[in-house]
C-alpha cells in the first residue's frame, strides 16, 4: 500500500464518526464477557456461542437475549478450534475463532464485507463496507470511476478484536476483544 493511500485514508478514518446502527444494520447485541478467548455461529441461524474465562454463553442475535449460561464450563477445544453447546449436546459443533485461530466470514452471500486496518498503530479500525463499495475507493485514481467508497466505523480502538465477522447466513455482524461483545443484524 503507498504512503499517499494510506495517509488519505487515516484522514478519512480519524475524521469517521463510530456509530451504534448503520442502515440496514441494527446493534441487537452490546455484552460484556470478561476474557473471551473465542465465538462462533451456528449455521443455520443467528445463534452465537462465546466461551470466555468465565465458562460460556449463547445469544440469539435476532433477539439480542443469552439463552444460555455455564459459569463451570465452556464446551471449547483449542486444538479443533470447536465449541459445542452445553445446553443441547446433540447439536452440531461450532466453528470457532479467536485468540487461537480460526475466522468468521469477511463477506455475506450479497455482498457486504469487512476490512480491518491498522494504519496508526496500536489503533485498529473494523470498517463495514456495502457491496460493491470499498474504503480503497477513496484513493484518487478511482474518481474518474465513480467508485463507491462509502464505508462504517463499527469500532476504532486499541488493539485487535478476537473476532470480527460474520454468521453463515450473513444476516448477523459480529466485534468481539476480550471484554466486549456486540452483534448487529439486519
Same mark, same amino acid.
Given at each position: 500500500?503507498?504512503?499517499?493511500? +494510506? ?7 480519524? !475524521? ?9 444494520? %441494527?446493534?441487537? =447485541? !452490546?455484552? $460484556?464477557?470478561?476474557? !473471551? ?13 462465546? =466461551? ?5 454463553? =449463547? ?5 439480542? %437475549?443469552? =439463552?444460555?449460561?455455564?459459569? &463451570?464450563? &465452556?464446551?471449547?477445544? $483449542? *486444538? @479443533? #478450534? ?6 443441547? $449436546? ?9 485468540? *487461537?485461530?480460526?475466522?468468521?466470514? @469477511? ?8 476490512? @480491518?486496518?491498522?494504519? &496508526? ?9 456495502? $457491496? ?5 475507493? #477513496? ?7 465513480? %467508485? &463507491? ?19 453463515? /447466513?450473513? +444476516? @448477523? *455482524? ?8 456486540? !452483534?448487529? /443484524?439486519?
Amino acid at each position: 500500500m503507498s504512503n499517499e493511500l +494510506k495517509r488519505v485514508l487515516l484522514l478519512s478514518l480519524q !475524521a469517521a464518526q463510530v456509530a451504534d446502527n448503520f442502515e440496514p444494520w %441494527k446493534l441487537t =447485541v !452490546a455484552s $460484556p464477557v470478561g476474557g !473471551a478467548c473465542a465465538l462462533g455461529f451456528d449455521r443455520n441461524s443467528e445463534s452465537l456461542l462465546v =466461551v470466555s474465562s468465565n465458562g460460556q454463553s =449463547v445469544f440469539d442475535c435476532t433477539s439480542g %437475549k443469552r =439463552v444460555y449460561r455455564n459459569r &463451570d464450563d &465452556d464446551g471449547y477445544d $483449542p *486444538l @479443533t #478450534l470447536e465449541g459445542r453447546r452445553l445446553d443441547d $449436546p446433540d447439536a452440531s459443533p461450532f466453528q470457532m475463532s479467536g485468540s *487461537l485461530g480460526g475466522g468468521l466470514l @469477511t463477506t455475506t452471500p450479497d455482498g457486504w464485507h469487512i476490512d @480491518t486496518l491498522q494504519l &496508526d498503530w496500536p489503533r485498529t479500525y473494523c470498517i463495514l463496507q456495502p $457491496p460493491q463499495a470499498s474504503i480503497y475507493f #477513496l484513493h484518487e485514481k478511482w474518481r474518474e470511476y465513480r %467508485k &463507491d467508497a462509502s464505508y462504517h466505523v463499527v469500532k476504532s480502538k486499541l488493539g485487535s478484536p478476537i473476532a470480527f465477522g460474520f454468521s453463515w /447466513t450473513g +444476516k @448477523t *455482524l459480529v466485534w468481539c476483544d476480550r471484554v466486549d461483545l456486540f !452483534a448487529w /443484524t439486519r
